[in-house]
């Protein structure tokens, strides 16, 4: 990958890991919970979509993202304390995360043949799916059942960035311009 | 596939999408939740199934089921809220969907090489797993735990068309016999 | 592989299962109930390892750890009820299966060629994974997430396996110091 697009990915892995790390201390769990919500957040969703296209899990080849879930996790297990309301950076840290990994999720399929309606439902589920676990996992009613505004994001996301490609527009630009769409959506809604 | 088999699959697909967007209805869910339960109960159980036989995802091969859920959906979230009483359809609906997936996962499995009991499993898994995403995720305790029925017919239907296919019974009676006793055992407790 | 280690497989998935079924004992499921939960927590883990490892599923392979499951579930189905107090040995059975499946998981995956971390991270994925799929699907706040003290035994289990390994010695004494200290550290909080 290029590695723009590397740290991309990193950024998001750790915000959603942040945000998963985020209920986990709402829960007021202990370390290990901390790091077992932060790491299922930040790489449950990725980790869904290669099962399901057949690929090679992405962590399981290189560990760096499932690194970047356990130092996010630790770095919010020693300073979520001093963090008075932490519910408005949960909600920004989703948003960021939900854009990027929309267009993650359908650049993966795309290149591994998927057809357009399959390559946007992989990152739609890229994209919410580490959320829709951690949810299930703490034993609280889905965020993305309540908000129909994550989903929304992710596909416009995802959608944008599939059809700008699909007329040829360069993956970086297409890229651009879902990221930019799906974070603006959910700002909006801030 | 046979185009009989296909149309027989589709209706599956629907009652189970159906199935879904009901308990969605009921619990209030707006259209994103709808599509969302309704394409986890419609097509859970099969992609699990396909995951752990390691065939290629039955949707991202051709994605009209996962369209079939959508359109589904769409319909419930109209047209639910002239339905008075919906738990009967939900239950119908079910039944079914149960009997059919119960012979056409352990069918796929068979023709995957496995032997009888995984065969069955497979059917069972493919039939009661999608309800069972539904549940968990709409934070329910699962129906198939505390209605047993749901998973004793869907293993009558699998085993019947799993032993009859053994001792040489053509697929189509086989798989109809399935069906024909599974959705009977459901529909004497209904 | 080695008909003792094939044994100790065999003890851990039936001391999962007998677990999960106690689960259902509590929540007064019926007897399908309490199949499907021991199946799940006997299984669930090495399950998702196996999908993650993109290695068949052991079970689809050769159903005997199902067949141990059912039969688990059938005897505690008849048993539980004569048992007074069974919190206990829902406890000492999870700390035997959790040492023996963290060291299963990590050796799996370092024969796949996984790395260190990846090792560790499947061991205890497999040894955790299927007591979260259990609470989950009972609708409990996951004991992993409550109690630490699992994930840091299988975490220590694995890592002794994994560590020993890599300093080259032999399979059966990595394992051994692997399933002893684990044990023995979930032993020191009963």
């Known amino acids: 990958m290029h590695p723009f697009v590397t740290v991309i990915d990193w950024v998001a892995v750790a915000v959603f890991?942040?945000?998963?790390?985020l209920v986990?201390?709402?829960?007021?769990?202990?370390?290990?919970?901390?790091?077992?919500?932060?790491?299922?957040?930040?790489?449950?969703?990725?980790?869904?979509?290669?099962?399901?296209?057949?690929?090679?899990v992405f962590w399981t080849v290189d560990p760096t993202p499932m690194v970047i879930c356990l130092v996010s996790a630790l770095l919010v297990f020693f300073?979520?304390?001093?963090?008075?309301?932490?519910?408005?950076?949960?909600?920004?840290?989703?948003?960021?995360?939900?854009?990027?990994?929309?267009?993650?999720?359908?650049?993966?399929?795309?290149?591994?043949?998927?057809?357009?309606?399959?390559?946007?439902?992989?990152?739609v589920m890229t994209a919410t799916f580490g959320g829709l676990i951690r949810d299930v996992v703490c034993n609280e009613t889905p965020l993305i059942l309540r908000k129909e505004v994550y989903v929304t994001c992710a596909a416009l996301a995802a959608a944008t960035h599939v059809g700008l490609s699909a007329i040829g527009v360069p993956a970086v630009y297409a890229a651009g311009a879902g990221i930019a769409l799906g974070f603006g959506l959910r700002a909006l809604g801030i």
């Open 17 to 21: 890991a942040i945000s998963g790390a």
């Open 24 to 56: 986990a201390s709402r829960k007021e769990m202990d370390i290990v919970g901390f790091g077992l919500i932060a790491c299922m957040t930040g790489i449950g969703g990725g980790t869904l979509r290669d099962v399901l296209l057949d690929r090679p």
């Open 79 to 123: 300073t979520a304390h001093i963090v008075d309301r932490r519910y408005p950076y949960l909600l920004w840290a989703d948003a960021v995360g939900v854009a990027i990994y929309g267009v993650m999720g359908a650049e993966l399929a795309r290149l591994e043949g998927a057809g357009m309606l399959v390559s946007v439902v992989m990152g």
